[in-house]
C-alpha cells in the first residue's frame, strides 16, 4: 500500500489553471487535485488512527504564491508555482512525527520539496508557452490551509491514489 500526504490548495486557488491542466495533461482527471506534497509517497501501511490523527490535526499552513517555474520528472516536464516558505519545516515536521508513531512506518519516509503542481506532462517543445501561461494566470496574495490530506493507492500499476476518508 502506498500512502502520500498532502495539503490540498483550495478550490477558488486552482480555478485559473483547470483548462490548462485538462489542454496539456490527458490524465490531470487521474491524479491528485492541486496540491503541496508534504510527504513524497511512500510504500507503508498506515493504521486507520494515524492516518485520522493526520486529517484532523490543524496545521495552519500559509501560502504566499511566487514565482511559476519547471523541472523534470520521470522524462515528462512538469509546472509548477512556489507556495512560498513560510510553515514548511513546522508543518513538515509535524506530519513526520506523527506517521513516525506508526511503528510500522521506518525511515523511509521523507519531506518534499515543496512546489504545486500546476500542470503536469508538458511536451518539451510547449513548455516555455505553458510556463508564460501559468505565470500570467498566477494568482497573488496568500491563503491558508488548515489540514493535510492522506491520499492511499495500492501496489497495482493501474491503481490510482484516492483520499482517506
Not at 94 to 111: E, F, G, H, T
Not at 149 to 154: M, P
Amino acid at each position: 500500500m502506498w500512502h502520500v500526504i498532502v495539503a490540498l490548495i483550495p478550490d477558488d486557488w486552482v480555478a485559473p489553471f483547470t483548462n490548462l491542466r485538462q489542454q496539456h495533461d490527458r490524465w490531470s482527471d487521474h491524479w491528485l487535485p492541486p496540491h503541496i506534497t508534504v510527504l513524497r509517497p511512500f510504500q507503508r501501511d498506515l493504521s486507520d488512527a494515524i492516518v485520522n490523527v493526520i486529517q484532523r490535526e490543524p496545521i495552519d499552513l500559509n501560502v504566499v504564491l511566487g514565482d511559476a517555474g519547471t523541472f523534470r520528472n520521470d522524462g515528462r516536464n512538469t509546472i509548477w508555482i512556489d507556495p512560498g516558505q513560510a510553515d514548511r519545516e513546522r508543518v513538515t515536521h509535524r506530519a513526520l512525527n506523527i506517521v513516525r508513531r506508526d511503528r510500522d512506518v521506518s525511515v523511509d519516509v521523507c519531506a518534499s520539496h515543496f512546489h504545486i503542481t500546476v500542470v503536469d506532462r508538458v511536451p518539451e517543445h510547449l513548455t516555455s508557452d505553458v510556463l508564460s501561461r501559468v505565470q500570467a494566470r498566477r494568482p497573488t496574495g496568500a491563503f491558508c490551509i488548515n489540514r493535510l490530506k492522506v491520499y492511499r493507492k495500492g501496489d497495482g500499476p493501474n491503481d490510482r491514489y484516492t483520499l482517506v476518508p
